[in-house]
């Protein structure tokens, strides 16, 4: 080993092990038990069914044993990882704790402490590229691109500055989008999509925030490929935050089935210089949401969902600033 390469080695387990020698030693399995975090929030814990029930005076989580579904407050939030019995009692990954349950708990402790004064919406698609497409022939990437000038509207009547990757109907690439968003300097990115699936039975909204590295996604279970750390992945604990804002306000005001909080490796995700989501607003492959997608009232009731949720996320940014 080189002399120079061999130092600066030396100096970053020197300071790995400085900042969490037992990280350094199991990094992806380390658990943390319900019972601990039940004393941390100070909440009475019960159990119903196959599911663990914790609540306090504010909040409430529920982890389902054996699985990836847990809810916080009702909102379905999926860990990376399924909550296992250890140790006498059930516990989840650290991971899932410090970059899914507590951001959203306590946010005031993760968010930047920057004001967001720029947010990009994305509307997937365009051009040559239509997206997914319903039986009534209608067209993900016009539905979207409504969805996105609705949102758009919302956020300017709040005074929040709003730039697009796209206005009208182009196509871009993944790797436009994301560096549009660099290059306008954007504190938050959102993506708004609708979904496609094989059965038609498949309804509900659902968004997306990154996966954490190492880990699987919500969509894939035990994929292989890259799991590295991305550009992405340096915003794990905001995203977290702005994804389960967006959800919560999605799924109260399209009153769609509540699919969840998940977890992928979208590219637009991946190479988001900023905290980042995903929104599906919708399954045109299910012949009732494909003609809600083309109904104002419903397309409305979507945007003020995501639009809610921007403006949640921006909100308790301006209150840890305090
Ligand atoms: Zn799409």
Not at 228 to 233: E, Q
Not at 249 to 277: E, I, T
Request: hydrophobic share 40%; charged share 20%.
């Amino acid at each position: 080993m080189h002399l120079t390469t061999r130092q600066l080695f030396l100096s970053h387990v020197v300071l790995l092990a400085g900042s969490s020698a037992s990280a350094l030693a199991a990094p992806a399995s380390k658990t943390v038990s319900l019972s601990y975090i039940a004393r941390l929030y100070s909440m009475r814990t019960s159990v119903s069914g196959k599911k663990v029930v914790m609540k306090n005076k504010w909040n409430n989580i529920e982890v389902e044993t054996n699985s990836r579904r847990a809810w916080v407050n009702g909102v379905m939030v999926w860990l990376h990882h399924p909550c296992r019995k250890a140790g006498g009692g059930w516990a989840i990954r650290e991971l899932d704790f410090k970059k899914g349950i507590d951001p959203i708990l306590r946010s005031y402790a993760y968010v930047p402490t920057k004001k967001p004064n720029m947010v990009v919406l994305d509307p997937g698609h365009g051009g040559k590229d239509p997206g997914a497409v319903g039986t009534r022939k209608v067209y993900e990437k016009k539905a979207v691109l409504s969805i996105a000038n609705r949102v758009k509207a919302h956020l300017e009547a709040k005074k929040i500055p709003v730039r697009m990757t796209r206005t009208t109907d182009v196509y871009l690439t993944l790797n436009q989008r994301s560096d549009y968003a660099a290059k306008v300097g954007a504190d938050l990115f959102v993506s708004i999509h609708a979904d496609s699936a094989e059965a038609s039975s498949a309804n509900g909204v659902e968004t997306f925030t990154m996966t954490a590295a190492g880990c699987d996604s919500s969509n894939y279970y035990g994929q292989s490929g890259d799991k590295s750390t991305k550009r992405g992945n340096q915003y794990d604990a905001a995203n977290a935050v702005l994804g389960f804002s967006i959800q919560s306000n999605l799924v109260k005001m399209s009153k769609r089935s509540d699919r969840g909080l998940r977890r992928a490796r979208f590219a637009v995700l991946k190479n988001a210089p900023c905290p980042a989501a995903l929104v599906e607003c919708g399954f045109l492959s299910n012949p009732e949401e494909e003609a809600l997608m083309i109904d104002p009232n419903y397309r409305e009731a979507v945007a003020r969902g995501i639009s809610n949720g921007i403006l949640g996320y921006i909100t308790l940014v301006n209150r840890a600033r305090k």
